[in-house]
């Protein structure tokens, strides 16, 4: 019963009920073997992102997070991130998120990063692909 109620509803953290809602985070996070207490700390640092205690973190507290500007590279994370297109992040995508990256590879980074700038999909960088690339990362 212990192990339905938690993998259904949410775990008990410390007298803090964190709660994943959907399907794909709580498979992410019973594929890492999250442990409560890292759960908690997920739910701290989202916490401290959402700066206005909405419950989720916009475009603004996102950026801020990462201290970038916003760019068309960090829109799209944004994007990417946000997986049902409203506009913010909620604990479920930023755990989906974060348990995914530490599945990506060095090379299904670098692929991310070249199939953004590579615009026109032609498999290589031209000039104009390659000078946004540098104002951004430059940004």
């Known amino acids: 019963l212990s192990r339905m109620w938690r993998g259904t ?3 008990f953290v410390g ?3 964190v709660v994943l809602d959907t399907a794909d985070a709580r498979e992410a996070a ?8 890292q759960l908690r700390t997920l739910k701290r640092k989202f916490e401290t992102i959402d700066i206005d205690n909405s ?15 916003r760019s068309p590279f960090t829109d799209a994370l944004f994007a990417l991130i946000d997986a049902d297109g409203s506009g ?9 998120v974060l348990i ?6 060095k090379e299904d980074i670098l692929k991310f990063c070249f199939d ?10 031209d ?7 540098c104002n951004t990362v430059n940004n």
Request: glycine share 8%; with cysteine; charged share 35%.
């Open 55 to 69: 419950g989720s973190i916009d475009s603004d507290e996102f950026f801020e997070m990462l201290g970038e500007k």
């Open 116 to 125: 953004f700038f590579d615009v026109d999909k032609s498999g290589t960088i």
């Open 15 to 17: 007298g803090e009920k």
């Open 30 to 37: 019973e594929a890492l073997a999250l442990t409560d207490n």
């Open 127 to 133: 000039e104009k692909e390659f000078i946004e690339l």
């Open 9 to 11: 509803f949410g775990r």
């Open 88 to 96: 913010t992040i909620d604990f479920d995508e930023y755990v989906r």
């Open 100 to 105: 995914s990256y530490c599945m990506y590879t």
